[in-house]
């Protein structure tokens, strides 16, 4: 694999994950305002970008594994990096939406109880 196309897949992953965390970051938004049915779409695309990002850092690591060899790349690792941290970012956000979903559930019994 050439160092030009070494630098284009880490750039389409690191352009795919950032759109990832764009939309963590806005479904996080939304569960500050305890609208979840938003903070979920916004995850589903979330989950589309992410998948995306590692089906090219997957098609890499295949082609290497198939004897095609890359150079080592700085930005490439910089890449794989930013896909991994975006990842857990994805995960604890899908985590906190049903954490404050349940939270708020029972806020809601409890005000029911009051009255």
Same mark, same amino acid.
């Given at each position: ?34 609208? @979840?049915?938003? /903070? ?8 589309? !970008? &992410?998948?995306? +990002?590692? #089906? ?19 930005? @490439?690792?910089? /890449? ?8 857990? !970012? &994805?995960?604890? +956000?899908? #985590? ?20």
């Amino acid at each position: 694999m050439t160092s030009e196309l070494v630098a284009q897949n880490a750039m389409q992953i690191i352009l795919h994950a950032g759109e990832a965390r764009k939309h963590c970051t806005d479904a996080l938004k939304d569960i500050e305002k305890s609208d @979840f049915d938003s /903070a979920k779409e916004k995850m589903k695309l979330a989950n589309a !970008e &992410i998948v995306t +990002a590692h #089906r090219v850092q997957t098609n890499c690591i295949q082609k290497e594994t198939e004897g095609e060899q890359g150079e080592y790349s700085v930005l @490439f690792a910089h /890449a794989q990096d930013t896909l991994m941290t975006v990842y857990s !970012e &994805i995960n604890i +956000a899908k #985590r906190l939406i049903d954490i404050f979903e349940s939270f708020n559930h029972r806020l809601a019994q409890l005000e029911m109880i009051k009255k």
